[in-house]
């Protein structure tokens, strides 16, 4: 069974347990996760700690299982993706879980927006992996 099948109670334990495996976890994934950590932190910064701290703890998880990922943790990423969820969330507050939000919302799951944001320089960088940076294209949406 897809992870992306559980309601959000069950899908925030997986993760949080490690039972999601880091080849399975994908956009969605951190669309839904930004999503429920909004929900139960609803200020900004308290869900970037929850988001930042269960990333960080899944990916070393995944790594102590064997995994080599090919990415890590990334803060300008994440936290760009954290800001379009809470916009979108302010503007459509009707969801009640996670998937329908997901559903109705489907330009969160198109991860090309990012890169109309940011150019892949910036993105690269290892200043913008360890802290937050603006974009450097077009102005994040608010």
Not at 6 to 17: H, Q, W
Not at 68 to 97: N, Q
Not at 120 to 140: F, I, T
Request: hydrophobic share 40%; charged share 30%.
């Amino acid at each position: 069974m897809s992870f992306h099948n559980l309601n959000d109670t069950d899908f925030i334990a997986e993760f949080e347990s490690g039972g999601i495996a880091l080849a399975d976890w994908d956009h969605r994934g951190h669309v839904r996760f930004a999503w429920i950590a909004l929900n139960i932190e609803p200020r900004f910064d308290r869900a970037m700690d929850r988001i930042r701290c269960g990333l960080k703890t899944h990916l070393a998880k995944a790594i102590e299982a064997g995994a080599t990922p090919e990415f890590g943790y990334h803060e300008s990423i994440t936290r760009f993706w954290l800001r379009l969820v809470e916009r979108t969330m302010r503007e459509d507050p009707a969801h009640k879980e996670s998937g329908p939000f997901c559903e109705a919302h489907p330009e969160l799951l198109d991860k090309r927006l990012l890169s109309r944001h940011y150019s892949k320089g910036l993105l690269a960088s290892e200043h913008a992996r360890q802290h937050y940076v603006e974009p450097d294209m077009e102005p994040m949406p608010v």
